[in-house]
């Protein structure tokens, strides 16, 4: 079970590693007893010395050896090997007469100084600054006499610090050393006695013992190390480089372990050239011959991580060299670690690109920058073609932001039951789609005209479903559950950002509401801050801004002392309101702020924290002004009213009038000289009937009677009226289709529809434009009144409107027929005139719809149904016909005059009159007729006790038969109902004359034989 903090990979390394120990013990082993053979050849003491340190380095089993010799404490001699390389710093010394200290110490000590890991406990030698790697180091002294001393040094590879055997093998070379220089220096000495050659007989017999026993134990370290190479689960690989100079051309596979065949898949490779095992290595992965051949001329050991192109494999490899030229490389495949690795990085990539994101979105103010970040990171993140933002619209998918390898949808709105973003909505789960043509939830035809393959789409999720982010691929893919952890993070944030718009739009919302109402109101109103004992303007509306000759900017941060002379009393009552808190009031008269003419002003100042004051002034010269106005509407309303009440009886004076005044010219002979004066006075009856008609017009008590139209001769009529009011900048183009259907309505309310129309469409075009107005008949049937509320499947005749302004949207569209709705500016529209359109066209029993879209104008359409009756005509008055009969009249009028002159008409063209001067007199006498004996009720509308609507009601449920004709110099509700009059009342107006009287009352009784006859 690994350590912790190793990985099995790195337990495998460090098997790998547990042949070397033995491997460098044996070659320390094999250096010592090389440096032997020197001890028993050289006679010249510095060639001795030399020999010895490079015999030893080139075993390599020990990595540099250094040989000083003192005499009275001066370097005599000294040599070294590989100490240029690792240990460049001794040099330097010895050629300056200086010692390491471990040196020192063992010729000082006369004992061995061993140092494990010498780079790490030697840390104030000037030798570790340079020293190459860790190493172990043991010093020996050299005896050599009383003055004369040395010491031998050899750097091993760690470990071998500790092996006594090889501590023991250096002390006794050492020995050996001084002794061998002893006997080269002795020339004059006496030859070795038998005792003393005996003794390094016996020390040659013992090396020779020590030497054997180290052979026994290579050839055991070899097997071992064999079978560590046969059973290691990494690859191991011993190679040979071959070189073109110094460049580093191929290799040869001179030994591989099992694993290295499983782990690189090549076989039958022992024996054979890489560039043969793997064609084109060479070109494809350079850095691996750079690296090999390193090692292999150095023979220092690296440990690197490289991609092998040709195989298509990470390995992570150790490169060690078992001698010049060869290198030994021990590996695993790091492929899948890579790949982790990799989707780590990439993952933590995406994470920081998420929190960019995150950021930026938490600085946006507005909702079409929120979508535009979150579009473009939704690809980014996750590395797709084409993206796509939806918010729930209702019971719609609206596609606000869509670029999926082309916009199709962006705009859109499709039902939420048929779309994968609904799906995702109303699951609130995201949905991972390999191919969008396999899958149930997606309509596959909506897919046709895009290049779309696969899809991702997570939810934007709140406390409703809000929308959903969705990424798609042209290619086949399958976003990883990493995607999907990505996309719905940045949903989660776009939720909150959304929300976080939101409520910042609606705090914006409020704060520009509070300083539009602030700018908007229509008083100037200033704030002011106290600052120590004295008031500064802080700040002013709109309304103070405009006052005249006093630009607002320039009275910010000035004094009442400043302004006091244009604002009396100022000064005094800031100081008030603050001291009180309270509400304090002045009138004033005074030339603010420059104005011509003084102005009565009334001054409101309020306390607000902070130590501020707000003065609102409220100019109320106009308001006296209008107080006047007001005054004098009332008056004119009051006479609108008493205008009713005054035509309707001036109506029956000039009845009278009228009527006598055709009495007197029919008896009197035509070259009468009282003719003439009795012609004057009937005309100036008409004038003054035709006042009454005025009057009653400005007191709206007319009525409107619904006839048969033809629509084109509206149309034509109003034509040339048009023409002036919308101006020559509009054109008015008229497409009027013959043969038009006939439609009842009432042809003064249908030109109020053309007209009403026609002004808002010349709003719509203010830089002028084209009006168009067409007539046609068209018939609509089942399936568009099904699609069409409260339309019923007919004939009808269409009047079309149509203009080339600036249209409208969707909302505003659904509200435009709404009372009060209005898109014009404050004060140029009160709502109302499409809605009284709305309510012409529902009242003649039709229907009106509105087409339009922002850019492309509006056509309103009015459906009218279709009728086959002929259009009315006025019905000629034949003034000197006398239309006669013999039936009986119920005559009811309060005024005596009318109800005199009325009964004298009836009777003398032949009628049998009783006269009634109110509702229940009439009844009385009503009831003592015979039941059948009365053919019509003539009846005055407006009377005391009973009215004559309620009067007619009354005898007409006693006998249906009776006919009604109301007559009435005004109406009210008692006869019309929403200003129509029903279609089987008959109404005569006053003033009317003898003729229109016998010829209405025999029209209204020959009623029924007309209509059996027909």
Known sequence: MPRAGESESDQANLRAEGASPLRDRLAAVDGIRAAYRALVHETNPTTLIRRVCELLVESRGVFASIVVLTDDGLITRSAHAGVLEKLRAVAEMLSEGKLPACIGR????????????????????????????????????????????????????????ADSAIVELVTQLADDIAHTLRRISSDTAPAPTDEVIEESRAK?????????????????????????????????????????????????????????????????????????????????????FEIHGRVARTGNAERFEIFVQALDTWFDVSV????????????????????????????????????????????????????DIVRRASRALVGADGASFVLRDGDRCHYVDEDAIGPLWRGMRFPISTCISGWVMLNREAAVIPDVYEDDRIPHEAYRKTFVHSLAMVPIRSHDPLGAIGCYWAEPHTATTQDVRILQALADSTSTALESVRILQELEKGRAQTRALYDHLPNPMFVWRARGDRFVLFDLNEAARALPKERGTELIGRTPHEIDHRIPHLDVDLARCLASRSVVRRDVTCRIFGAEMPRELVLTYGFIPEKMVILRSEDVTEQRQTENRLVLMQRLEAIGRLAGGVA?????????????????????????????????????????????????????????????????????????????????????VVALREGLGHVMADPGQIEQVVMNLALNARDAMPTGGRLTIETANVELDEAYAAGHVAVKAGSYVRLAISDTGAGMDETTREHIFEPFFTTKAVGRGTGLGLSMVYGIVKQSGGNIWAYSEPGLGTTIKVYLPRIDSAPSGSVAKAANVLLRGGETVLLVEDEDAVRRLTERILVGAGYRVIAAPRGDVAIELYNQQRRGSIALLLTDVVMPQMSGRALAERISASDPTIR???????????????????????????????????????????????????
């Open 106 to 161: 063992a010729m000082d000590d006369a004992a061995v100084v061993v140092k494990r890991d010498a780079s790490a406990v030697c840390t104030d030698c000037p030798v570790n600054a340079n020293y190459a790697g860790s190493r172990d180091v043991v010093v020996a002294p050299i005896s050599l006499g009383t003055d004369s001393r040395g010491a031998l040094l050899v750097s091993l590879t760690p470990g071998l610090g």
């Open 320 to 371: 060690y060299c078992p001698q010049h030229g060869h290198f030994i490389a021990v590996f695993d495949v790091i492929t899948e670690r890579k790949q982790v690795a990799a989707d780590l990085r990439l993952f933590s990539e995406r994470l920081e690109g998420l929190t960019r994101v995150v950021q930026e979105l938490s600085r946006v103010r507005d909702v079409a920058s929120i979508v």
């Open 648 to 732: 309707h009886d001036f109506n029956n004076l000039l009845s009278v009038i009228m009527s006598y005044s055709g009495f007197v010219l029919d008896e009197l002979p035509t070259d009468d000289p009282i003719r003439a004066d009795v012609t004057e006075i009937l005309a100036a009856a008409e004038r003054a009937a035709s006042l009454t008609r005025q009057l009653l017009a400005f007191s709206r008590k007319q009525i409107l009677e619904p006839l048969v139209l033809d629509l084109n001769n509206v149309v034509r009529e109003i034509e040339a009226m048009l023409r002036r009011l919308l101006g020559e900048d509009i054109e008015i």
């Open 964 to 1014: 009604v004709l109301y007559m009435s110099g005004y109406t009210d509700n008692a006869i019309v109902h929403h200003g129509v009059l029903d279609a089987d009342t008959h109404f005569i107006g006053k003033p009317f004359s003898a003729a229109d009287l016998r010829r209405k009352v025999r029209e209204v009784l020959d009623e029924d034989t007309a209509r059996e006859t027909d």
């Open 204 to 288: 040659i017999r013992e090396l020779h013992a020590t030497v054997e026993e180290s052979e026994t134990s290579r050839r055991a370290i070899a097997q071992s190390y064999r079978a560590l190479f046969e059973h290691a689960s990494l690859g191991i690989a011993h190679c040979q480089m071959l070189f073109d100079g110094d460049d580093p051309r191929d290799f040869i596979y001179l030994d591989v372990n099992p694993a290295f065949g499983e782990l690189t898949g090549l076989t039958d490779v022992v024996g054979r050239k890489v560039s043969s095992v793997i064609p084109g290595i060479r070109d494809s992965d350079p850095q691996l």
